[in-house]
């Protein structure tokens, strides 16, 4: 089936830090692409998405472009705040045979940015 | 509206005990979903519902049930709970299947 790979944390930046935070994924077909964020205490919120090749999803700053030839995903942001502190999950959907969509999640990257 | 929202917030379940966690959202989505977050283990679909009336199995079902009378509701229950099942539970619901609105979590612990 299809899978995520994001990369292991923690990350700790400090403030105005540029970010990259590296997901790869397995997939037949052509899935949509998701990043989601989970703040402390929190559920999660979707940051971005991008539907198909070379797309680029942006929102707050942050950005991840689908690559289909590398199957990436990653994300970026050229300068993080300590507002950015919290878990990253990179994310993409899955059909299953019955053709109901599913989410497949990584395993979350957290991010901490200190003053 | 107030989105997805989940009842209780904290529970401690003796081995053996049920429960039922509680989901509701007004955003009128006919998809909805639970899932489990244990530590560094991101997130895990235990089951979904595509419409009032139809749920099925996600990859972590087992000891867990769930119903959707309503398009609002999709109760997840515990019936003999065990400590495997502590963890964080998250409910979502989404309308075009893909865009998932979650609810902010139940923390459970099973001792």
């Known amino acids: 089936g299809n899978s995520v790979t994001q990369m292991e944390g923690p990350v700790t930046l400090s403030e105005e830090a540029f970010l990259t935070i590296n997901c790869t994924y397995t997939a037949t077909g052509y899935p949509s692409l998701f990043w989601y964020v989970q703040y402390p205490g929190e559920g999660l919120q979707l940051l971005l998405k991008?539907?198909?090749?070379?797309d680029k999803g942006s929102n707050k700053g942050f950005e991840a472009t689908y690559r289909k030839e590398t199957t990436s995903f990653h994300l970026e942001k050229g300068s993080v705040q300590v507002s950015d502190s919290a878990v990253y999950f990179c994310a993409l959907s899955d059909r299953d045979n019955g053709g109901s969509e599913k989410l497949v999640f990584g395993k979350g990257t957290k991010l901490t940015v200190n003053p | 509206n107030a989105g997805v929202t989940q009842t209780p917030k904290f529970r401690i379940l003796k081995i053996g005990q049920s429960m039922t966690l509680q989901c509701t959202q007004d955003m009128n989505h006919n998809y909805m979903y639970w899932y489990r977050q244990d530590p560094g283990m991101g997130l895990k679909l235990i089951y979904y519902?595509?419409?009032?009336?139809?749920?099925d199995k996600g990859e972590v079902p087992n000891g867990y049930n769930v119903s959707r009378s309503t398009t609002e509701d999709f109760p997840l229950r515990l019936e003999l709970a065990a400590p495997s099942q502590t963890s964080v539970y998250f409910c979502?619901?989404?309308?075009?299947?893909?865009?998932?609105?979650f609810g902010p979590g139940t923390r459970l612990t099973v001792t």
């Open positions: 979502a619901s989404s309308y075009l299947r893909l865009e998932q609105y």
């Open positions: 991008a539907t198909k090749a070379d």
């Open positions: 519902s595509v419409g009032a009336g139809i749920t």
